[in-house]
T-cell receptor, first 111, second 115 residues
Framework: TQLLEQSPQFLSIQEGENLTVYCNSS?????LQWYRQEPGEGPVLLVT?????EVKKLKRLTFQFGDARKDSSLHITAAQPGDTGLYLC???????????FGKGTRLSVIA | KAGVTQTPRYLIKTRGQQVTLSCSPI?????VSWYQQTPGQGLQFLFE???????NKGNFPGRFSGRQFSNSRSEMNVSTLELGDSALYLC??????????????FGPGTRLTVL
């Protein structure tokens, strides 16, 4: 079973700062997804990356997939309190095998 | 479209009891997956149902079971509850499957507390 390690586990920053969180595996990802989960809600899909070296942008969020497809990062520019939440990465061995999730990075952005 | 709904949102049970949780997927979605989320273990896959058949199963004891109805609604049941079953139980629906090739839409979860 593929294990996903996320770092850091916790992150508390001031509004306006930049941050990067990471997701790593010892195995090659077929594809990788990033989710954000807010308190009292289920995770919401932010992005799916498939190709090694791929970079995707979603407003102030930039997602990178490592060239070897064994790591990924999420960079947030000028963080806002609305970015607060649990950021989860997830992958599956193949298209229809169930998702395996990392334990997440809990981000708190203080106004 | 209405999102994934889960009932009840909160539940308190005592050890030894059993519990049934319900999930209504997005209209047209045939795949329903269940996950257990705890602070220590994170999100762990329980099982997936597709067109009323269990298609995938995670590494949980047989006390955890589920089913899916012809309208794609799903229920999961936990028998002989243990303190360690206290968790947020999340349901996710998708068009075709539980994996990364499909967008999973999660419900808000059912918070189960076992006393």
């Amino acid at each position: 079973t593929q294990l996903l390690e996320q770092s850091p586990q916790f992150l508390s920053i001031q509004e306006g700062e930049n941050l990067t969180v990471y997701c790593n595996s010892s195995s090659v990802f077929s594809s990788l997804q990033w989710y954000r989960q807010e308190p009292g809600e289920g995770p919401v899909l932010l992005v799916t990356v498939v190709t090694g070296g791929e970079v995707k942008k979603l407003k102030r969020l930039t997602f990178q997939f490592g060239d070897a497809r064994k790591d990924s990062s999420l960079h947030i520019t000028a963080a806002q309190p609305g970015d607060t939440g649990l950021y989860l990465c997830a992958s599956s061995a193949s298209g229809n095998t169930p998702l395996v999730f990392g334990k997440g990075t809990r981000l708190s952005v203080i106004a | 479209k209405a999102g994934v709904t889960q009932t009840p949102r909160y539940l308190i049970k005592t050890r030894g009891q059993q519990v049934t949780l319900s999930c209504s997927p997005i209209s047209g979605h045939r795949s329903v997956s269940w996950y257990q989320q705890t602070p220590g273990q994170g999100l762990q896959f329980l099982f997936e149902y597709f067109s009323e058949t269990q298609r995938n199963k995670g590494n949980f004891p047989g006390r955890f079971s589920g089913r899916q109805f012809s309208n794609s609604r799903s229920e999961m049941n936990v028998s002989t509850l243990e303190l360690g079953d206290s968790a947020l139980y999340l349901c996710a629906s998708s068009l075709d499957g539980a994996g990364a090739w499909n967008t999973q839409y999660f419900g808000p979860g059912t918070r189960l507390t076992v006393l």
